[in-house]
């Protein structure tokens, strides 16, 4: 199995920008495709953006597309998001997930697509 670890969250102002990692351990990050989901506080958990094991096939949220960034580099075993032009909406607690094999085009945004989770890191967009 495959352990993760996010950070880079903070407060930010509207119109900002930051980069959150997920450092992964345990079996080869690259047989992992991997996503990034947020939870405001009161609301469910959602999916935000996903990325192949390759990392050339990426999904995004149809509101973070255009602004946010995700990608990776298997041979430093790290998830990114790069979030910018941050909107108060934004604000959540992010994680990242992981599920062993490919992503599927009909489930890739679901909670229960992905087996493994960080803990999470705290966004705060203020306006």
């Known amino acids: 199995q495959v352990q993760l670890v996010e950070s880079g969250g903070g407060l930010v102002q509207a119109g900002g920008s930051l980069r959150l990692s997920c450092a992964t351990s345990?079996?080869?990050?690259?047989?992992?495709?991997m996503g990034w989901f947020r939870q405001a506080p009161g609301k469910e958990r959602e999916f935000a953006a996903a990325i192949s094991k390759s990392g050339t096939t990426t999904y995004y949220k149809d509101s973070v597309k255009g602004r946010f960034t995700i990608s990776r580099d298997n041979a430093k075993n790290t998830l990114y998001l790069q979030m910018n032009v941050l909107k108060p909406e934004d604000t959540a607690v992010y994680y990242c997930?992981?599920?062993?094999?490919?992503?599927?085009?009909?489930?890739?945004?679901?909670?229960?697509?992905?087996?493994?989770w960080g803990q999470g890191t705290q966004v705060t967009v203020s306006s």
């Open positions: 997930a992981g599920r062993l094999g490919h992503l599927y085009t009909t489930t890739y945004v679901r909670v229960t697509d992905y087996r493994y």
């Open positions: 345990g079996r080869t990050f690259g047989d992992y495709a």
